[in-house]
């Protein structure tokens, strides 16, 4: 039987995220080698190419066993932790929770804070470490043991349960919730013995680490990610939504344009069909009187539109085109234009005032090119 030679590496956080790591390292058959680190320095050589786990402060990590509904195969352990929100000091949704497993009265879950484990993770990302899993330091102890480690002792009453508490806190912790049920497998706080201890009954899965969790936790260390995440979620709805917005304003603009030009033909010629464009009712009326339109109607149509613009609010009978003599009759204005067609008269541009007698309320209007 060919014996397993890849070392595995234990580092046991502290309840602060930049705070000393206890670490064991073991290989093989070795007694193994531990110690502490700040920084990642002393750690035996090759250790971060072998099997790596990160245990938890079980202070740091909320324990609850709760029901679920039994059609649920696989229950959500964030929509769990729903049911007891208000007994928690944490905003569910900044919690990762996971499933460890479950007895008759319902789940265990675990659950710890994103931002604080990701803070830890980034740490050990810069020492190059990547932790392939995840748990709490109670979770090498067996259900109904405890065990010191330096100044605070680690609990697990039972299998869904366990805590962190400094020494002095014991006692009265024990007596409380407990009594003495619970034992110790070691006496002796050597801080190197007890990882020894913890890393002989750790579970074969991987805990906090899951596959899906792992990138994101990894990437929420990141300074300003927040920001970023946020950023590219408004590009992406700017892209996303620009044809529809750009097309929107463009259509809004041609429909400005066009409630401009039925107010000035309106005006002019007072009650017009809402539903023919402004252009195509002119040409109509003036192809009525000579049977065909063509460049020089355009022409003059334009170089006439300040005389129009000015006309007093009324009603124009009608509009001819005389083709033949390429000028435009304005039929039945309004009288007293002399003044006003003498104005625009200028240019190439002629405007004569036709008909207009005293009594009678209409009178009509050639507009011309003006004739050598």
């Not at 330091?137 to 609990?155: H, K, N, Q, T």
Request: glycine share 10%; hydrophobic share 40%.
């Amino acid at each position: 039987m060919k014996m397993n030679t890849q070392g595995h590496l234990i580092l046991r956080a502290s309840h602060q995220s930049d705070a000393l790591f206890h670490w064991f390292y073991s290989r093989g058959r070795d007694e193994g080698l531990g110690g502490t680190t700040r920084d990642g320095s002393n750690l035996p050589a090759g250790c971060r190419e072998g099997r790596v786990t990160l245990l938890l402060p079980a202070g740091c990590v909320i324990f609850r066993v709760l029901p679920a509904n039994s059609r649920w195969k696989r229950p959500d352990p964030q929509v769990l932790l729903w049911q007891v929100e208000d007994e928690l000091l944490a905003d569910v949704s900044q919690l990762h929770a996971i499933i460890t497993g479950r007895d008759q009265t319902g789940h265990y879950v675990q659950a710890v804070d994103k931002e604080w484990l990701s803070r830890v993770l980034h740490q050990l990302a810069q020492w190059g470490i990547c932790p392939g899993a995840i748990h709490p330091d109670s979770a090498g102890l067996e259900p109904g043991y405890c065990i010191r480690l330096c100044d605070e002792w680690v609990f697990r009453p039972t299998p869904g349960t366990a805590a962190t508490l400094p020494e002095s806190w014991c006692e009265a912790w024990l007596a409380q919730q407990h009594g003495s049920c619970l034992e110790v497998p070691n006496t002796d706080a050597d801080p190197v013995a007890v990882m020894q201890i913890l890393s002989r009954n750790l579970p074969e899965g991987r805990g906090f680490q899951s596959a899906k969790e792992h990138l994101r936790l990894s990437l929420a260390g990141l300074p300003g990610r927040r920001l970023l995440a946020f950023a590219c979620i408004l590009c992406l709805v700017v892209l996303c939504f620009y044809p529809m917005l750009s097309a929107g304003a463009r259509y809004w603009l041609a429909w400005r344009l066009e409630q401009h030009s039925f107010r000035q033909v309106e005006m002019t010629f007072g009650n017009t069909p809402r539903g023919v464009p402004p252009g195509v009712w002119l040409e109509n009326r003036a192809r009525g009187s000579s049977g065909r339109v063509g460049s020089r109607f355009t022409e003059v149509f334009h170089a006439s539109n300040a005389f129009l613009h000015n006309l007093p609010h009324g009603h124009v009978e009608s509009v001819l085109w005389d083709g033949k003599e390429m000028q435009l009759h304005l039929v039945d204005v309004p009288a007293g234009l002399a003044v006003l067609a003498q104005q625009h008269s200028q240019g190439s541009l002629e405007v004569v005032v036709q008909d207009e007698n005293p009594g009678i309320p209409g009178a009509q209007v050639v507009i011309r090119e003006r004739r050598p």
